[in-house]
């Protein structure tokens, strides 16, 4: 089992829709969780980050940390075409080093049509 | 305001054929790292650099040396490329503070034939 698991879609949304995308993680330490965003042809961009558990929103994107079934989530809120994009979730970790690392989930991507 | 510049965009090479990829980044970070993206694998951390004059192997080293020349540049070398390492490869540096918050390069994009 990976430590950080993420659905890969496709998904597939019309434009206005609420969109959520969920990770699951297995490790409980290291409690930093993050949304990157991805376009086509593009390098991963910080959409947002959170701590521990609890809701973080930032305009139209809410982020949502579940520690107790270990679910990570993202939500989109009236979507739209721009925000059609690969969507990572990672997680914050430690190497054999003590060296900070992140943890990928393979990324879902998302289509918004107009 | 350029954060982390990744040199070339695209590449194709030969097998056997060398090369060496930069990556450079402007935001005074200790840590940076190499990652290759393939589909359906996911970002896969190739080394990484804690601070200037270390390296460190990550999940997929075989075939790839690094040198982190100094604070801003840290490069990733194939000395004999392989098919098996067409792929878009990223550089990203580490923001110093609590959460692990990495920035990231562009990509460059190889194919090896």
């Known amino acids: 089992q990976k430590e950080v698991e993420q659905d890969p879609g496709p998904l597939s949304v019309p434009e206005g829709a609420i969109v959520s995308l969920n990770c699951t993680y297995s490790?409980?330490?290291?409690?930093?969780f993050m949304w990157y965003r991805q376009y086509s042809r593009k390098g991963p961009e910080l959409l947002m980050y959170?701590?521990s558990s609890g809701n973080k929103e930032d305009g139209r994107f809410t982020a949502q940390v579940d520690k107790s079934s270990k679910y990570i989530s993202l939500f989109i809120r009236d979507s739209q075409p721009s925000d059609s994009a690969t969507y990572l979730c990672a997680k914050g970790a430690f190497n054999a080093g003590n060296n900070r690392k992140l943890i990928w989930g393979l990324g879902t991507s998302l289509a918004v049509n107009p | 305001n350029a954060g982390v510049t990744q040199t070339p965009k695209f590449q194709v090479l030969k097998t056997g054929q060398s090369m060496t990829l930069q990556c450079a980044q402007d935001m005074n970070h200790n840590s940076m790292y190499w990652y290759r993206q393939d589909p359906g694998m996911g970002l896969r951390l190739i080394y990484y650099?804690?601070?200037?004059?270390?390296?460190d192997k990550g999940e997929v080293p075989n075939g790839y040396n690094v040198s982190r020349l100094n604070k801003r540049e840290f490069s990733l070398r194939l000395e004999s490329a392989a098919p098996s390492q067409t792929s878009v490869y990223f550089c990203a540096s580490l923001r110093d503070t609590s959460a692990n918050i990495q920035y990231f390069g562009a990509g460059t994009r190889l194919s090896v034939l």
């Open positions: 490790n409980s330490a290291f409690q930093y």
């Open positions: 959170t701590y």
């Open positions: 650099s804690a601070s200037e004059g270390t390296t």
